[in-house]
């Protein structure tokens, strides 16, 4: 089992760009989640789908867009970067329910110029 | 919502002595507590979890927790620690009201020195 798989690992945007991360679990799970982590800041929750085609906001979801069209995979779209948006990207998925364990990516570094 | 506090944003240790790594929550709520560890370069992984029961937690890699409802933390142990163990470490809180919001504190820079 590869568990969950970030593409890309890298990636350098100009302002104003757009591009999709893809996330990927091979684990048959209901829960994914998208995530950025900033230095002092932990992870925060951009955007979560308890299921296919469904989506959510989480903490910080503006200027993010996702979707869900099939269970294994969770899109993040950044419409039109912007230098607020450099950061560490990650993925997770889980069985659902609160005391479920989160399984995350290897993570997708962007930086926006 | 709930809330995670992580007390030190570095540990700096020498190989084989003890380490404890603070976390304090805030919620209305029960709450689910977690602890994770993320590796250079590498994702999130769990450590361990407290849902209920006996307050203290045994983890992967010789780690441990405990849970303490009235000073609200649940800071991590261990014994004696490797270099293999420099790592970031991140608590984390989920209340069991089931609204998928899973609150990360800071992260715990440990460096193992030898």
Known sequence: ?113 | AQSVTQLDSQVPVFEEAPVELRCNYSSSVSVYLFWYVQYPNQGLQLLLKYLSGSTLVKGINGFEAEFNKSQTSFHLRKPSVHISDTAEYFCAVSDLRGNNDMRFGAGTRLTVKP
């Not at chain 1, 932990?42 to 903490?59: D, F, N, P, W």
């Not at chain 1, 607020?84 to 990207?89: E, G, K, R």
């Not at chain 1, 998925?93 to 364990?101: A, I, V």
């Open chain 1, 1 to 113: 089992n590869a568990g969950v798989t970030q593409t890309p690992k890298f990636r350098v945007l100009k302002t104003g760009q757009s591009m999709t991360l893809l996330c990927a679990q091979d684990m048959n799970h209901e829960y994914m989640y998208w995530y950025r982590q900033d230095p002092g800041m932990g992870l925060r929750l951009i955007h979560y789908s308890v299921g296919e085609g469904t989506t959510a906001k989480g903490e910080v979801p503006d200027g993010y867009n996702v979707s869900r069209l099939k269970k294994q995979n969770f899109l993040l779209g950044l419409e039109s970067a912007a230098p607020s948006q450099t950061s560490v990207y990650f993925c997770a998925s889980s069985l659902g329910q609160p005391y479920n364990e989160q399984f995350f990516g290897p993570g997708t570094r962007l930086t926006v110029l």
